[in-house]
């Protein structure tokens, strides 16, 4: 069965088909279907759910690659002015004004660091708390979705089995009604209501 992805609908319609097309062992309890087919169909489900779960989860690495960004750069601002202080204190006649320059660029560059550290963990701790909020409300949302989705195909395939069961009733009794071997019009046809016999 060719399967493209043409929304949750249209999926859910295949499955309808997949069981159409299973093999009943019990009438009514039990049908053999292709498993592949079917579990194929369920994950496009799942892939069609709102993006927001996706964008969620994209969101949360950005998170986390803003917090590794700002302690890199913290690391190498210590590290260039390490680098510079020796470089300044290497040359023999400004050693002693390199060494005093050098205590107090050290002294600014980890006053400057340790204020980039603090607000970059307060940038990382909001962009968490903002995630994670965002991602409990998307959670839900993808939660209720589900859940609607799910109730839907279950009431489709109770009437699906109330169908395939009327059907079942209406051949017996036509059997039972005409010896001959010929069927009988006059019995109702199971497909009386809402339900049709395709």
Do not use: H, W
Not at 100 to 108: A, L, P, S
Request: proline letters at 3%; aromatic letters at 6%.
């Amino acid at each position: 069965m060719a399967i493209q992805q043409n929304g949750v609908y249209d999926l859910l319609k295949m499955v309808e088909v997949t069981l159409e097309e299973g093999f009943p062992i019990i009438p009514g309890k039990y049908t053999v279907v292709k498993r592949d087919e079917l579990e194929d169909l369920i994950n496009r489900i799942f892939e069609n759910l709102p993006l927001e779960v996706q964008e969620a989860r994209a969101f949360l690495r950005r998170r986390e690659e803003l917090n590794l960004e700002a302690q890199q750069r913290a690391e190498k601002i210590v590290a260039d002015a390490q680098a510079e202080a020796d470089r300044k204190l290497s040359e023999a006649d400004f050693i002693k004004a390199l060494e005093r320059e050098g205590d107090r660029i050290r002294t600014q560059v980890k006053d400057e660091c340790e204020e980039l550290k603090r607000r970059a963990n307060e940038e990382a701790e909001a962009i968490r708390a903002q995630a994670t909020e965002d991602s409990l409300k998307i959670k839900e949302g993808a939660e209720l979705y589900a859940e609607q989705v799910l109730t839907t195909l279950e009431k489709n395939l109770g009437e699906m089995q109330q169908v395939v069961k009327n059907g079942q009733v209406y051949m017996e009794r036509m059997r039972g009604a005409d010896p001959s071997g010929r069927y009988s019009s006059s019995y109702p046809s199971p497909n009386a209501g809402n339900y049709v016999i395709k």
